[in-house]
């Protein structure tokens, strides 16, 4: 005679941290990319910015060198 299945909500089996760091990144970084959309557009709709804006956004780890005329002094 089979036995019934249980549906559980635990998680069955080692799961590293490696893993659950990436997943939880990968959830903040959507969240924080609509977040910051959604305040750009809200600012550009309210004439908070000028008509034309020069701007670099980098997100990277590396850093700029000397030779980078936008380095931050």
Not at 20 to 47: C, D, G, P, R
Request: hydrophobic share 45%; with cysteine; aromatic share 6%.
């Amino acid at each position: 005679m089979m036995s019934k299945m249980i549906k559980t909500n635990r998680i069955r089996g080692p799961v590293c941290p490696d893993f659950i760091s990436s997943y939880v990144t990968a959830i903040a970084v959507s969240a924080l990319e609509n977040l910051f959309n959604q305040v750009i557009a809200i600012l550009a709709k309210h004439n908070f910015f000028p008509k034309k804006v020069r701007a670099v956004l980098d997100a990277s780890e590396i850093e700029s060198t000397e030779q980078c005329s936008l380095r931050q002094r």
